[in-house]
């Protein structure tokens, strides 16, 4: 499972921006999806995920602001964020925690618990 997010960028306080992350490989199916961030010198946190039936958890800072979403057969998330505020800036990294997919050259279907992560996505909001 390969996870490439995009959508990140420059922008100032109060605007918005909506990142996406598809997911590629041969993939049978997705479980949580979701986003996090991390700034330096802080551990990595959550911001929004969403189960492939569709419960939703904010961290208490994106709630109101933040809105996750996913398109099970595009295999992708997205996450639509407003209100932006200087305190959001981060890399934002996306994450499916879960997947069944089909590896190797005899084509062995494996479904794990695992952490998949995507290369981050630098969201910088100017004040």
């Known amino acids: 499972v390969q996870l490439q997010a995009s959508g990140g960028g420059l922008v100032q306080a109060g605007g918005s921006r909506r990142l996406s992350c598809v997911a590629s490989?041969?993939?049978?199916?997705?479980?949580?999806m979701g986003w996090y961030r991390q700034v330096p010198g802080k551990q990595r946190e959550l911001v929004a995920k969403?189960?492939?039936?569709?419960?939703?958890n904010y961290a208490d800072s994106a709630k109101g602001r933040f809105s996750i979403s996913r398109d099970n057969a595009k295999k992708s998330v997205f996450l639509q964020m407003d209100n932006l505020k200087p305190e959001d800036t981060a890399v934002y990294y996306c994450n499916v925690h879960g997947a069944c997919a089909i590896y190797g050259p005899e084509d062995t279907t494996v479904c794990d618990g695992e952490d998949h992560w995507g290369k981050g996505t630098q969201v910088t909001v100017s004040s």
């Open positions: 490989g041969k993939i049978l199916s997705l479980d949580d």
């Open positions: 969403i189960a492939r039936g569709g419960t939703i």
